[in-house]
């Protein structure tokens, strides 16, 4: 089976920068997937890394250690916006996209 | 379509009947999954396919669901005989193809059984 763990909430102030970790033990592994998610509304799509490393698109970073499995969202220069559920999603040898139970990071002003 | 359109987008109904929840995906995506999410909970993988066949079917809760994709394209979710704990969000995504492929969400049919 796939297990995928994230903490449950987080806490930050406007401005400020957000670490989302992601740890997954997963039968293979074929890459792993940063959604988020606005209350009431579907899912968007926001990183994908399958080697490791960090991958950077604007303010928002996704990191990947494939031996640890273990990946991070990073949230720079928090806007009230950002103020979603984060959801991490690995893919593994059955190519299914499995789900942690998501992050909800409340940003405050 | 720009999207994925899910129809309706709130349904409320009594328990016992049937419901059927539609996806529009992408155009030109051959992918195509449902998922549910019940309040405060992860997604639950439910079904996809790939063309019109789905290779696995292993996230259907019971027999009282099913699900059918025509022409590669627009697919239906069936619920037979809805029970209370079927009231969840539906949500469709679809990709390119299956695989190490992003997946884009409909805005998901919010299903309330009474």
């Known amino acids: 089976g796939q297990n995928i763990d994230q903490p449950t909430e987080m806490t930050a102030t406007e401005g400020a920068i957000v670490q989302i970790n992601c740890t997954y033990q997963?039968?293979?592994?074929?890459?792993l997937f940063w959604y988020q998610q606005h209350a009431g509304e579907a899912p968007t799509f926001l990183s994908y890394n399958v080697l490791d490393g960090l991958e950077e698109k604007g303010r928002f970073s996704s990191f990947l250690s494939r031996s640890k499995g273990y990946s991070y969202l990073l949230l720079k220069e928090l806007q009230m916006k950002d103020s979603a559920s984060y959801l991490c999603?690995?893919?593994?040898?059955?190519?299914?996209?499995?789900f942690g139970a998501g992050t909800t990071v409340t940003v405050r002003a | 379509g720009a999207g994925v359109s899910q129809s309706p987008s709130n349904k409320v109904t009594e328990k016992g009947k049937d419901v059927e929840l539609r996806c529009d995906p992408i155009s030109g995506h051959t992918a195509l999954y449902w998922y549910r999410q019940s309040l405060g909970q992860g997604l639950e993988f439910l079904i996809y396919?790939?063309?019109?066949?789905?290779?696995?079917k292993s996230g259907l809760p019971s027999d009282r669901f099913s699900a059918e994709r025509t022409g590669g394209s627009v697919s239906t979710l069936t619920i037979q005989r809805t029970q209370q704990e079927d009231s969840a969000v539906y949500l469709c995504?679809?990709?390119?193809?299956?695989?190490?492929?992003?997946?884009?969400f409909g805005d998901g049919t919010r299903l309330s059984i009474l």
């Open positions: 997963t039968s293979g592994f074929n890459g």
């Open positions: 999603a690995v893919i593994g040898n059955d190519y299914k996209l499995s």
């Open positions: 396919f790939q063309g019109n066949s789905a290779p696995d």
């Open positions: 995504a679809s990709s390119l193809r299956q695989g190490n492929q992003p997946q884009h």
